[in-house]
């Protein structure tokens, strides 16, 4: 043998030792020692070829590729089978749940059994009571009745021939037929009166189908079943039942259209107090001020109220606006709503925004006049402040409810989420961002206990419909009608290329919380303002408000929603095309 065949072998017969002292005690290849044999191979691979290499080292390298194929192979199958371990495991856990929940189900329902069969047993012992003290009675009227028979027998006998008796026989027979129309209808109306003063209702179907072989299946009586209709909200059945939104008589479901109907207000007494809120800052809103005040006092005699500033302003102007009421400290400001009958505000939608945080409960109805920018909110024209405000006083008007959202932040340390800060009511948006923060923001977002994603990118929009064409049309969201009730979730720059803004329904509570492996804090503002820190474990809960913000309307809510889009982001503006060209033949 070859010194360099000796070579050879002894060192292959040194690395299958290596190799072999390597292996762990239950057979599989440790994957350190893997890729350090794959190492070694690839470096002996990659050297220098001497001048004198002969068959036998290409034979030595080629098992050595095949010792590494063979080692690979066996970390993958490693792998496989913790894998499959593991599912193994979880199925053998969820298995086990399930015969759990089953042997608790059986165990409840033998409790059932027991009851029943104890209930059926009473049941019997009070039905054979009532036997004996019946039988008795069934049995003397009985005799009574076919006593009665026989005397009336023999009467018609010595009146009537045998035809006339079956003429009788066929009018009593008519009679019964009578007596049984008569029984239907009264349980049927029985029924109708159930319909009306209950919440179910049962509909009988009558097979119209004609058959002149049966009688029988002509009068086919099918039932439908009953059922009930009843908000279900947080897992309780609650007891106000939803006549407003659903008709469900006669047991078919039916809309009841409740949001397509336009909403009108109409004073029942005449309005006697109305609050100004004006921009500030502003020369032409100053002006106007002036003038609606001293209008509303002389010619509709109301008592006007305005913010201390501007009671300032006006008695810099004039002595004679001493009449016009203020607050002294901001505890007054939660009773405005059971002093003022109106609201006006002199601005834009951001004025509209600051009188609707002004109250923190009910709103009285907003007269919002434009001196603004956009004005999304402000439909009324401040020329014609006069007319516009003898139609508003007058009555009826129609009015926009923008409907708010109630937020809440919940710190890590609470007890329970009841346990928070002071609720903030926001009628644009809150705005969930990541502030100076160079990372992305990380957060989890629940909606009803459910989870619905993990946002990653520099922050959330949670918008009211009314917002929708503020900062959640700017990240990409859609524009909505203010008077459809829903919650508006839209990203703000995502890391992703499938994350679209969503729209959820108004009953359900969004819960976004900071994971504790979030890289930064996140920083919430409640329409643009009141910046709140959320730590790492906060969360903010946001759910539809019950007090919305009625807006009164030049026209109507969608008249006056579609021009604002129209003016103020001039949507879908485009040049018409031209009528002259080429055409489509006629066919």
């Given at each position: 043998?070859?010194?360099?065949?000796?070579?050879?072998?002894?060192?292959?017969?040194?690395?299958?030792?290596?190799?072999?002292?390597?292996?762990?005690?239950?057979?599989?290849?440790?994957?350190?020692?893997?890729?350090?044999?794959?190492?070694?191979?690839?470096?002996?691979?990659?050297?220098?070829?001497?001048?004198?290499?002969?068959?036998?080292?290409?034979?030595?390298?080629?098992?050595?590729?095949?010792?590494?194929?063979?080692?690979?192979?066996?970390?993958?199958?490693?792998?496989?089978?913790?894998?499959?371990?593991?599912?193994?495991?979880?199925?053998?856990?969820?298995?086990?749940?399930?015969?759990?929940?089953?042997?608790?189900?059986?165990?409840?329902?033998?409790?059932?059994?027991?009851?029943?069969?104890?209930?059926?047993?009473?049941?019997?012992?009070?039905?054979?009571?009532?036997?004996?003290?019946m039988l008795p009675c069934l049995f003397f009227w009985e005799v009574g009745k076919e006593q009665n028979k026989r005397i009336a027998e023999a009467r018609m006998a010595e009146q009537f021939s045998a035809e006339k008796n079956g003429d009788l026989d066929?009018?009593?027979?008519?009679?019964?037929?009578?007596?049984?129309?008569?029984?239907?209808?009264?349980?049927?109306?029985?029924?109708?009166?159930?319909?009306?003063?209950?919440?179910?209702?049962?509909?009988?179907?009558?097979?119209?189908?004609?058959?002149?072989?049966?009688?029988?299946?002509?009068?086919?009586?099918?039932?439908?079943?009953?059922?009930?209709?009843?908000?279900?909200?947080?897992?309780?059945?609650?007891?106000?039942?939803?006549?407003?939104?659903?008709?469900?008589?006669?047991?078919?479901?039916?809309?009841?259209?409740?949001?397509?109907?336009?909403?009108?207000?109409?004073?029942?007494?005449?309005?006697?107090?109305?609050?100004?809120?004006?921009?500030?800052?502003?020369?032409?809103?100053?002006?106007?001020?002036?003038?609606?005040?001293?209008?509303?006092?002389?010619?509709?005699?109301?008592?006007?109220?305005?913010?201390p500033r501007v009671k300032v302003e006006l008695l810099a102007e004039s002595s004679n606006f001493s009449y016009v009421q203020t607050w002294k400290d901001d505890s007054e400001i939660s009773h405005l709503h059971m002093k003022v009958d109106l609201v006006i505000?002199?601005?834009?939608?951001?004025?509209?925004?600051?009188?609707?945080?002004?109250?923190?409960?009910?709103?009285?109805?907003?007269?919002?006049?434009?001196?603004?920018?956009?004005?999304?909110?402000?439909?009324?024209?401040?020329?014609?402040?006069?007319?516009?405000?003898?139609?508003?006083?007058?009555?009826?008007?129609?009015?926009?409810?923008?409907?708010?959202?109630?937020?809440?932040?919940?710190?890590?340390?609470?007890?329970?989420?009841?346990?928070?800060?002071?609720?903030?009511?926001?009628?644009?948006?809150?705005?969930?961002?990541?502030?100076?923060?160079?990372?992305?923001?990380?957060?989890?977002?629940?909606?009803?206990?459910?989870?619905?994603?993990?946002?990653?990118?520099?922050?959330?929009?949670?918008?009211?419909?009314?917002?929708?064409?503020?900062?959640?049309?700017?990240?990409?969201?859609?524009?909505?009608?203010?008077?459809?009730?829903?919650?508006?979730?839209?990203?703000?720059?995502?890391?992703?290329?499938?994350?679209?803004?969503?729209?959820?329904?108004?009953?359900?509570?969004?819960?976004?919380?900071?994971?504790?492996?979030?890289?930064?804090?996140?920083?919430?503002?409640?329409?643009?303002?009141?910046?709140?820190?959320?730590?790492?474990?906060?969360?903010?809960?946001?759910?539809?408000?019950?007090?919305?913000?009625?807006?009164?309307?030049?026209?109507?809510?969608?008249?006056?929603?579609?021009?604002?889009?129209?003016?103020?982001?001039?949507?879908?503006?485009?040049?018409?095309?031209?009528?002259?060209?080429?055409?489509?033949?006629?066919?």
């Amino acid at each position: 043998m070859s010194p360099s065949k000796l070579d050879s072998t002894d060192s292959f017969g040194h690395e299958e030792a290596s190799v072999s002292c390597s292996k762990p005690e239950n057979g599989c290849v440790d994957s350190l020692s893997i890729f350090h044999s794959e190492k070694a191979v690839e470096e002996l691979l990659q050297q220098t070829p001497v001048a004198g290499m002969d068959e036998h080292l290409i034979e030595f390298s080629e098992a050595l590729r095949t010792v590494a194929k063979a080692l690979r192979r066996a970390a993958e199958g490693k792998a496989s089978a913790q894998a499959e371990a593991a599912e193994w495991k979880w199925r053998y856990e969820l298995e086990r749940t399930r015969n759990i929940q089953m042997e608790q189900k059986v165990s409840g329902n033998n409790n059932c059994e027991m009851l029943r069969h104890w209930w059926i047993r009473s049941s019997l012992d009070n039905a054979m009571d009532m036997l004996r003290i019946m039988l008795p009675c069934l049995f003397f009227w009985e005799v009574g009745k076919e006593q009665n028979k026989r005397i009336a027998e023999a009467r018609m006998a010595e009146q009537f021939s045998a035809e006339k008796n079956g003429d009788l026989d066929c009018e009593r027979v008519k009679n019964s037929d009578n007596q049984s129309m008569l029984q239907n209808e009264s349980n049927e109306h029985s029924e109708t009166g159930c319909m009306k003063h209950g919440i179910w209702s049962h509909e009988v179907l009558r097979d119209r189908e004609s058959d002149s072989n049966s009688n029988a299946d002509r009068n086919k009586i099918m039932r439908k079943a009953s059922f009930k209709l009843s908000w279900w909200c947080n897992g309780e059945n609650g007891d106000q039942h939803k006549h407003d939104i659903v008709s469900f008589e006669r047991g078919n479901i039916t809309t009841a259209e409740r949001s397509s109907k336009q909403i009108s207000l109409k004073w029942e007494s005449d309005p006697q107090t109305v609050l100004i809120l004006t921009k500030p800052n502003s020369v032409s809103v100053r002006i106007l001020c002036v003038q609606m005040v001293r209008w509303l006092r002389e010619r509709k005699k109301l008592n006007v109220y305005v913010e201390p500033r501007v009671k300032v302003e006006l008695l810099a102007e004039s002595s004679n606006f001493s009449y016009v009421q203020t607050w002294k400290d901001d505890s007054e400001i939660s009773h405005l709503h059971m002093k003022v009958d109106l609201v006006i505000t002199l601005g834009g939608d951001g004025t509209v925004l600051w009188a609707a945080s002004m109250f923190k409960g009910p709103v009285p109805p907003i007269v919002p006049f434009s001196l603004g920018s956009l004005g999304f909110m402000t439909p009324f024209h401040s020329e014609h402040f006069k007319d516009c405000l003898d139609s508003v006083l007058r009555g009826p008007i129609s009015i926009t409810l923008r409907h708010r959202l109630l937020c809440r932040v919940v710190r890590d340390a609470a007890k329970n989420e009841y346990e928070t800060e002071e609720p903030f009511l926001v009628l644009n948006e809150v705005t969930i961002d990541r502030g100076i923060s160079s990372y992305l923001t990380n957060l989890e977002c629940y909606c009803d206990n459910s989870f619905v994603t993990c946002v990653q990118g520099d922050g959330l929009i949670l918008s009211t419909t009314s917002g929708s064409t503020a900062y959640s049309l700017a990240a990409g969201g859609s524009m909505v009608h203010p008077q459809v009730p829903g919650i508006l979730f839209t990203p703000i720059c995502p890391h992703s290329l499938s994350f679209r803004p969503l729209i959820l329904p108004e009953h359900v509570t969004v819960r976004i919380m900071v994971p504790f492996n979030s890289r930064s804090p996140a920083w919430a503002s409640f329409d643009g303002k009141d910046r709140k820190l959320l730590a790492a474990g906060d969360a903010l809960l946001c759910s539809m408000a019950p007090w919305p913000v009625p807006t009164a309307c030049q026209v109507d809510s969608t008249n006056d929603f579609l021009r604002s889009i129209h003016d103020g982001l001039h949507w879908n503006l485009r040049k018409t095309q031209s009528f002259d060209g080429p055409r489509d033949r006629d066919l």
